[in-house]
């Protein structure tokens, strides 16, 4: 065997028997909340669709339209000839929805936090970022080149530990959090880090891919509390509560001109596709008009938690730990049997031990379904027979 494929095949029987190795199935998305895998139709709650807005009649309709005129592809990076108008009346409506004075649009949210975070910290700059914070927040880091300190999740008090200590020795310094976090649905205590950002001149940075379009009124994590957060460097994601794709940073007029002229992954890539704009566009529309359909998704979460017997979520996010990967597996088994897509989540997506169920609430599950799958939960993996009771804590 080529030594290449030898390479592969022992990886992947490493993972295998870690219950870590993982594979593609199929699986297709119907109009509304619903999909179909191996041939079954089954009610998703791990899609990140809050708001089903990919199936929202008025959205698609503007990707179709903008498809019809302006073709498939964005043909260029921005700087060359990519620059379609309608991205630029993308960013006026971000800018205008993160209170912001300008954003920039990229090809997708990983993309963007490629290209931001180096483009404002290198070599010798200090980067704090929360140990939960996302993938590609971390790949950021990585990329950048600074000295990237992880401060314990969550803990002001241990960031400002790092501060003290550290920022006397770096030029600039940035702070970097999940808005909402991916995995487990909390949070960002966002005051405490601006206080403490502006204390010691450091630059915060919320990657907000969770939270827009589903808390704070529909404008994200920074906006939960009466008083807004200040954070300068508001990163997000279309993809999700938006429903099309791309990613994007809302900041200062003058950090986004910067990230324009040095954010590797938007000067060196293709622009994102017109019709995306123009459905991103359509669902801001939906977000900004309908406060009361953008609330739908954490208040299912809250019905869920409410008769599971689990803590009050504070997004529509809410993990299910379950502690050794192969629990989660057999959980997640479990539901598909009983019609509901809800997947394991388990290490390097998360920390050891602490494999999960995820479960995503979105506007358009039905309650009757959101009891039933609660009452599952409660009862046959969280207090299933005696013999497995230790594997479920
Ligand atoms: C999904 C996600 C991203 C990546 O966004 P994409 O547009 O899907 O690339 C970034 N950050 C967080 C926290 C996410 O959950």
Known sequence: MHSLDEFATAKLGELQRASLRRALI???RTPGIWVLRNGRRLLSFCCNVYLNLTH???????????????????????????????????????????????ACVFGSGYLANLGIIPALVGPGDLLLIDDLAHACLWA?????????????????????ALLTEL????????IATDGVFSMDGDIAP????????????AWLMSDDAHGVGVVGGGRGSNFVQPIKADVPLQMGTLSKALGAYG????ASAAVVDL????????????????????????????????PGYAALPL?????????????????????????????????????????????????????QGTARLRLTFTAQHPDREVERLAELVRTRILAPAPATAAEAQ
Do not use: W
Request: charged share 20%; net charge positive.
């Open 247 to 250: 990613g994007y940073l809302c």
């Open 56 to 102: 929202h009649p008025v959205v698609k309709e503007a990707a179709i339209a903008a498809l019809r005129t302006y073709g498939v592809g964005a043909g260029a990076s921005r700087l060359v000839s990519g620059n379609h108008p309608l991205l630029g009346e993308l960013e006026a409506r971000l800018a205008r929805l993160k209170e912001t004075e300008a």
């Open 26 to 28: 199929d699986t297709t």
């Open 299 to 351: 208040a299912k979460a809250k019905t869920f938690t409410r008769s599971a017997g689990l803590p009050e979520p504070t997004s529509p996010i809410v993990p299910v730990l379950l502690g050794e990967a192969d629990a989660a597996l057999k959980a997640s088994r479990l539901l598909e049997n009983e019609g509901y897509l809800v997947v394991a989540i388990r290490p390097p997506t998360v920390p």
């Open 259 to 290: 990230i324009r002229n040095r954010a590797r992954t938007a000067i060196y890539s293709t622009a994102l596709p017109p019709a995306m704009a123009a459905a991103a566009i359509a669902a801001l529309d939906v977000i900004e008009s309908e």
């Open 167 to 174: 920022r006397q020795h770096h030029p600039h310094v940035l």
């Open 140 to 160: 950021g880091a990585r990329l950048s080149r600074a000295a990237v300190v992880p401060f314990r999740h969550a803990d002001v008090r241990h960031a400002q």
């Open 190 to 201: 966002l005051h405490a880090l601006a206080a403490l950002a502006q204390r010691h001149d």
